[in-house]
C-alpha cells in the first residue's frame, strides 16, 4: 500500500541515571520532497547521534523531507560547578578596562560574569545511557511517523482509485462508440459529396473515408490508456516506494487525453477527453504526496 510522504510524530521519555537524568522528547516531520532529504536537529551534548539517526531515517523512509528535533532537558547533574581560573582571567580583564575607561565604565555585576562562557559548568554524568535512550526513543517516533503515513498513503489510494474508475469508464464509453463516431464521419462527408455538382469517383470516396477514419482513430490512444491505469492500480498496491513511478505515469495519462483531444471528431469525444484531462490532473496532484 502507498504511503504518504506528509505526516507527523512526536514521542517523549523521562531518562534517570546515577548523575546524569534529561527528559528527551523527539518531534518529526515529513514532507513532501523529490528525494530523500533527512535534517536532523540534536542538542550539542547528543550532536553524535546525527550519523545513526540519520542511517535509521533512511532505512524507513523512501522520499520525503525530514526535520527530526529532539529536545533534551535537564542534562545535568544537581552540582553546579565555577571555573574560578575563568573568572580570575575575566575579573583582571575588566579591571584593565575600568582603567582604561574609568569615566564610563562600571564594575559588572557577578551575574553577568555567570552569563559568560565557560563560567559556570554544569557537569554532566555518563552519556551513553541517554544516547541509547534518546536513539531507542527515535526509533518508536519514527514507526509512529511512518504508520501515520501509510494510513494517510490509504487515504490517498481511495481518492486516486475514484478517479481511475471516473477514467476507465469514460475509455470503455469512448471504445464503444468509436463505430458509431466513424459512421457520423462518414455521413456528414456523403452529405457533403451528395451536393456536389459533379458525381463523385466511389473508389476515391472509400479513399477519403479511410483517410479521414486514420487521421481521427483514437484505439491506440485509448490502448495505451488502459495500460496505464493497469499499472497504475497495480503501483497502489505495492509495497515499494512508486510515487515518482506514478507521477510519470500521470504525465503518460495526459499526453494520451490530450491526443485524444486534438484527433477528436465530435463533441462527445472532445468532452470526454476534457474530463479525462480534469481526472488525470486531480491525480497527479494526490501522487505528487505519494512516497
Given at each position: 500500500?502507498?504511503?504518504?510522504?506528509?505526516?507527523?510524530?512526536?514521542?517523549?521519555?523521562?531518562?534517570?541515571?546515577?548523575?546524569?537524568?534529561?527528559?528527551?522528547?523527539?518531534?518529526?516531520?515529513?514532507?513532501?520532497?523529490?528525494?530523500?532529504?533527512?535534517?536532523p536537529r540534536l542538542p550539542e551534548e547528543l550532536r553524535s547521534l546525527d550519523?545513526?539517526?540519520?542511517?535509521?531515517?533512511?532505512?524507513?523512509?523512501?522520499?520525503?523531507?525530514?526535520?527530526?528535533?529532539?529536545?533534551?532537558?535537564?542534562?545535568?547533574?544537581?552540582?553546579?560547578?565555577?571555573?574560578?581560573?575563568?573568572?580570575?582571567?575575566?575579573a583582571s580583564a575588566c579591571d584593565e578596562l575600568l582603567e582604561k575607561f574609568?569615566?564610563?565604565?562600571?564594575?559588572?555585576?557577578?551575574?553577568?560574569?555567570?552569563?559568560?562562557?565557560?563560567?559556570?559548568?554544569?557537569?554532566?554524568?555518563?552519556?551513553?545511557?541517554?544516547?541509547?535512550?534518546?536513539?531507542?526513543?527515535?526509533?518508536?517516533?519514527?514507526?509512529?511517523?511512518?504508520?501515520?503515513?501509510?494510513?494517510?498513503?490509504?487515504?490517498?489510494?481511495?481518492?486516486?482509485?475514484?478517479?481511475?474508475?471516473?477514467?476507465?469508464?469514460?475509455?470503455?464509453?469512448?471504445?464503444?462508440?468509436?463505430?458509431?463516431?466513424?459512421?457520423?464521419?462518414?455521413?456528414?462527408?456523403?452529405?457533403?459529396?451528395?451536393?456536389?455538382?459533379?458525381?463523385?469517383?466511389?473508389?476515391?470516396?472509400?479513399?477519403?473515408?479511410?483517410?479521414?477514419?486514420?487521421?481521427?482513430?483514437?484505439?491506440?490512444?485509448?490502448?495505451?490508456?488502459?495500460?496505464?491505469?493497469?499499472?497504475?492500480?497495480?503501483?497502489?498496491?505495492?509495497?515499494?516506494?512508486?510515487?515518482?513511478?506514478?507521477?510519470?505515469?500521470?504525465?503518460?495519462?495526459?499526453?494520451?487525453?490530450?491526443?485524444?483531444?486534438?484527433?477528436?471528431?465530435?463533441?462527445?469525444?472532445?468532452?470526454?477527453?476534457?474530463?479525462?484531462?480534469?481526472?488525470?490532473?486531480?491525480?497527479?496532484?494526490?501522487?505528487?504526496?505519494?512516497?
Open positions: 500500500m502507498i504511503r504518504s510522504m506528509t505526516a507527523f510524530a512526536r514521542r517523549e521519555a523521562q531518562c534517570d541515571w546515577e548523575g546524569c537524568a534529561a527528559k528527551l522528547i523527539w518531534e518529526l516531520r515529513s514532507v513532501n520532497h523529490r528525494y530523500r532529504e533527512i535534517q550519523p545513526d539517526v540519520r542511517e535509521h531515517a533512511a532505512q524507513a523512509l523512501a522520499r520525503g523531507k525530514l526535520e527530526a528535533v529532539l529536545y533534551c532537558k535537564g542534562l545535568s547533574s544537581s552540582e553546579l560547578e565555577i571555573d574560578w581560573q575563568r573568572v580570575a582571567k575575566l574609568s569615566n564610563s565604565a562600571s564594575p559588572a555585576p557577578v551575574t553577568e560574569f555567570l552569563r559568560l562562557p565557560g563560567v559556570l559548568n554544569e557537569p554532566t554524568g555518563e552519556l551513553q545511557p541517554i544516547k541509547t535512550a534518546a536513539l531507542a526513543l527515535f526509533d518508536d517516533a519514527l514507526a509512529e511517523l511512518v504508520e501515520t503515513r501509510s494510513r494517510e498513503g490509504s487515504k490517498l489510494a481511495n481518492l486516486i482509485q475514484q478517479r481511475l474508475e471516473a477514467t476507465r469508464a469514460a475509455v470503455e464509453g469512448l471504445h464503444e462508440r468509436r463505430s458509431a463516431a466513424n459512421q457520423q464521419i462518414r455521413e456528414r462527408l456523403e452529405a457533403r459529396i451528395a451536393n456536389l455538382s459533379q458525381p463523385a469517383d466511389p473508389g476515391r470516396l472509400e479513399q477519403e473515408l479511410v483517410y479521414i477514419a486514420q487521421r481521427f482513430d483514437i484505439d491506440e490512444e485509448l490502448d495505451r490508456i488502459q495500460a496505464h491505469l493497469d499499472e497504475v492500480e497495480r503501483l497502489l498496491d505495492s509495497q515499494d516506494a512508486v510515487g515518482r513511478r506514478l507521477d510519470f505515469l500521470m504525465q503518460e495519462l495526459n499526453r494520451e487525453a490530450n491526443t485524444i483531444a486534438s484527433k477528436a471528431a465530435d463533441s462527445t469525444t472532445s468532452n470526454t477527453a476534457v474530463d479525462l484531462k480534469v481526472w488525470v490532473e486531480q491525480m497527479r496532484e494526490q501522487v505528487q504526496n505519494v512516497e
